[in-house]
């Protein structure tokens, strides 16, 4: 992976921000709360003063009544999104004020007693081996008692070009290495907890100088671990911000905490107090906990009866699909299939089963007591029905790339509103990483059947925010959702433009879908007694439809030469509480209070994005049919866009330019006002986010690929051709001949895919 070089305005700071949220005192509260009045008055203030002007003093002619009341639609809506935004604010401050953190001993005190079992699944397609391996190594240091992780591989199982069979092969010898690596340790802190166990079973009684004896052995094993673990940090390659994290706050922040704890029970030891055998039973659990796991990969796409489909949920469902259960490994054709045996049948492949599922993208990396913290609150009594919690991601610091730092703070502001929207019960998963309790999914599952096979579909993908889908389902099954008031998990944001494009059109695309679920679901609960909370309802509709209206609505107000007298003070008094209390959160999380001009130059790039990812809801809603999100290449170690992105941001630019002087000779200075902002805003975003000379890359790659034709796989051609002949294996497989493809041709078919 080559080293991004460092752009100019970026931050060199990679210091991440606390685990825990400072505590805001109520005079923060307060204003935010004056911030909501604020934005309704004035709101109401447009409001009747247009309808008052433009319908009751002056009689319009229907295309005047027309833009009046689509104007005034416009300004509700995006005024709507800044009253959401500052109430989901409110909401996460309480909750930062309200928190407190479980002591540590408690959390010892409820494992050693209840170890429920633990999956870690990381879906990963095409990821680079050091993303994948610093992942997995945040999931195995989580010092879970019993915790199984695996890789979903959902790379060919059998590529044909070389470097992706080397890549193949290496991703798996890294999973199999984390596992060798650990071995030395667990094994140590497995005797030396059994050897405690044996001496504490035989002790008639208690002895001062045994006791004290023991404690020293403790204080001993975890300088050792803290040693083994400073060691394996300092021979970690560091080349970029994410590598500096991986280090310092994964491995060293552990070794870090393992020391202190040594100190602490090495002054007990000075100051002669006995710790009971039960603590330090606690103790040695945890250097256990810490360095023992299983690991392992999967390939569903090396059996015919799990689904192919290219998405992560399908992914994740077909594992989840084989779990707690025994299998045969049949061969059919030139492909595999898991068929279950009977209880007391010999098996090839056995998938353990668990409580609890924990999914984490391949791109995430946890900090320690992530499993632990998040488990022992689900395992509370009065937290039974939480069938997910989660702590919503936050971004790496210290990134070199602009638009790394500006998706970064985004990222992070999000953050802020999901904490806030668990206060009002909406909370949404996020997906990229979350602990599950597995009984909630299988009350969600929908059965279905693939190449013949049953399978339960746990996790919707009918949609590319399958999350977001799954989330209204599980309310609908009586399940909450929650989302822990911490910092405990971190990803990957996109480092150019390219992949941006990729993230966000994801993001756009299938709110609307989903919306008729949402409305179906509010009507089912109110029915049976159990309504959504309105504010809580309220929240739901902006996260998905939010990103559809601001996009049209920011289109119309570009595009379309509305009436100057539409315009009106009330506008930007309703709109500066939520950019002041925007500049206020990009502060308190350490960026710069004028990024919020940044943040709005950035959506203005994001508009075709945004609006492709909306019509493809639309098309996908009129056609039922999925819409799948093609991957795009890479050039020079940053991903290609489509041209269309490449010249949208010229096009406004430039139409900008043009109403802001068109506007001017007229005399209408507040249109004027806001092309000329648009204006600069645009194009400091489009220099500093996408570069000049990437743009003249990505349309010159662009042009190539438009007169370069890929020459069509001659695997797939000789294999149709060859269709005609007779496939024994797909005759008896299928039971006919059929008249698609053979069942050699279709795997063919599928491996090039």
Known sequence: MTVRKRQFGTEKDSFALPARHTRENDRKLSINRIFIVITLIFWVCYVSSTIYNQMIVHIPNFRSAIET?????????????????????????????????????????????????????????????????????????????????????????????????????????????????????????????????????????????????????????????????LAFANSEKVADHVDHFFVDKVIKDLADNLYLISSAIDKSISENVIISDERLHQLYSRLVWVFTFNISYFQRKEYLSLSHEANKAMNLNSYINLMGGKYKIEKIAKNKVLLPVQEHESFDLEVPDSEYILTLDADSILLMEYCLRLVYLMDQKQNEKIAVTQTPYSSFRGSPTRIERITGSTTDIQHLLHQGS?????????????????????????????????????????????????????????????????????????????????????????????????????????????????????????????????????????????????????????AIPYFIAMSSDLKYLRYRRIDVFGIYGFNLLLLPVNLAGVMKSIQQGLTDKKIPFARTPKVDNRTSVHGWYVFSPIAIIVYSMFTCLKSYQDGNWANALFAGFNTVTALWATIAYIGLMNMVKDILNNFLNWILVEEKSKKIENAIEQSDEMDWRSILYYGEKEEKLSLRVEIEHHKEH
């Not at 300004?75 to 930062?96: P, Q």
């Not at 195995?140 to 199982?157: F, G, H, R, T, W």
């Not at 002790?203 to 803290?226: G, I, L, M």
Request: aromatic share 10%.
């Open 422 to 574: 668990t206060h009002f019960d909406a909370t949404f998963w996020v997906g990229a990483n979350a602990v599950i309790r597995k009984r909630a999914l299988e009350d969600i599952a929908e059965v279905d059947e693939i190449h013949g096979f049953m399978f339960r579909r746990f996790i919707q993908d009918r949609t590319v925010i399958e999350d977001t889908e799954s989330s209204i389902d599980l309310r609908r099954k009586e399940w909450r959702l929650y989302n822990y008031p911490e910092r405990l998990s971190y990803s990957a944001t996109p480092p150019d433009f390219g992949s941006l494009v990729i993230q966000r059109g994801r993001w756009a695309n299938g709110g609307l879908l989903i919306l008729p679920k949402l409305l179906a679901a509010r009507k089912q609960l109110k029915r049976e007694g159990r309504p959504m909370r309105r504010l809580g309802f309220l929240i739901r509709v902006n996260y998905m439809c939010s990103v559809a209206w601001a996009s049209f609505g920011l289109l119309f107000l570009l595009v379309y030469p509305f009436d100057s007298k539409l315009l009106s003070i009330f506008i930007l008094l309703s």
């Open 69 to 229: 009341c689509l104007y005034i639609v416009i300004v509700t809506l995006l005024d709507f999104s800044a009253l959401m935004y500052l109430i989901e604010r409110e909401g996460a401050l309480k909750r930062f004020a309200q928190h407190t953190r479980v002591p540590r001993q408690n959390i010892d005190t409820h494992f050693s007693k209840r170890q429920p079992k633990m999956t870690v699944l990381v879906p990963s397609y095409d990821e680079e081996i050091k993303v994948i391996r610093q992942t997995l190594l945040s999931a195995a240091l989580q010092e879970y008692p019993d915790i199984n992780i695996v890789l979903l591989l959902d790379d060919k199982p059998r590529p044909s070009q070389q470097d992706a069979i080397d890549k193949l092969e290496r991703t798996k010898a890294a999973v199999l290495d984390i596992g060798k690596r650990f071995e030395e340790p667990s094994h140590r802190f497995k005797q030396s907890l059994l050897a405690f166990e044996n001496k504490t079973k035989h002790k008639k009684q208690s002895k001062t100088d045994d006791a004290f004896e023991a404690t020293q052995k403790v204080v001993q094993e975890y300088k050792w671990a803290a040693d083994w673990l």
